[in-house]
């Protein structure tokens, strides 16, 4: 069955923080007024500093919870569309980002996720892509997806019963994995994820693991292992620490202390969770 999806089949989730504008608005489409499309804001933020909207297509939640992954769960929670983009509030779409996005739900119309190209401010691709589309999304191609780059099936999202793990994404405490993790709690419930190589949105190559140091990092990578059940987890901890150390993204006397970082992760992890 061909299913025709229109522009307001189309709605962008937007996470942000502490606005009381409208206004960030307005370099994200330099082409069309943001009222042009149906936007969902999640303002994370507090009491004195409360954001409105005079647009009947632009909603806002004010929430007064902390953390990327909560944000993201609210507006997929209160989202409308059927077919759902998550942005950031300083992202910049492309003028066809809904013709696009619609012709890749048409060409695959059971896929819960699709995920798509991102260029950075100097209009060169955000990293290295898949040439040609593909249908099924293999597990470590899935590790390097980003949120920006992800649209979703509203209803087969419903249908999963699967948000983002609150414990890990910005604003959690583990601040990294978020989305590697929602997708691979997709794929094990033999979720449909795909990808088509078109440009949406371009944005700044600066990312949250720029920000985070080192053996945050590790710490982080030993929660993330084990929440998404990597078996011979040891052996995948040793494994970024020789490609880290070939890479001469650490040195080699670090990675006894990176190592350990990684186990209190895992111990940590485990003590939130159980």
Known sequence: MNIRYTKEAVEIIIATM??????????????????????????????????????????????????????????????????????????????????TIVAAYELFPDAAVISFQIENENRKLFKKYPKKSQMFLKPLTLFSVMSIEITINKAILDASGIEFDTHFGLGAIFEMGEETIFLMDLYRQQQQISFVPKVIASHTDKTTTDKVSFLQRYYIQGAFLKRIGMSNWIFRVLQKVFYDVKQKKIRLKETPKAIQFAFNGRKNYLEITQ
Do not use: C, W, Y
Request: proline share 5%; aromatic share 10%; net charge negative.
């Open 18 to 99: 502490n606005r009381d504008s409208l206004d960030f608005l307005i370099p994200m489409f330099p082409f069309a007024h943001f009222a042009d499309f149906s936007i969902l804001i999640v303002n994370q933020t507090h009491e004195n500093a409360i954001l409105t909207s005079d647009f009947p297509t632009v909603k806002v939640i004010n929430s007064f919870e902390i953390g990327l992954s909560k944000s993201r769960n609210l507006g997929l929670k209160n989202s409308r569309g059927e077919i759902l983009i998550l942005a950031d509030d300083d992202e910049v779409f492309q003028p066809d980002f809904i013709e």
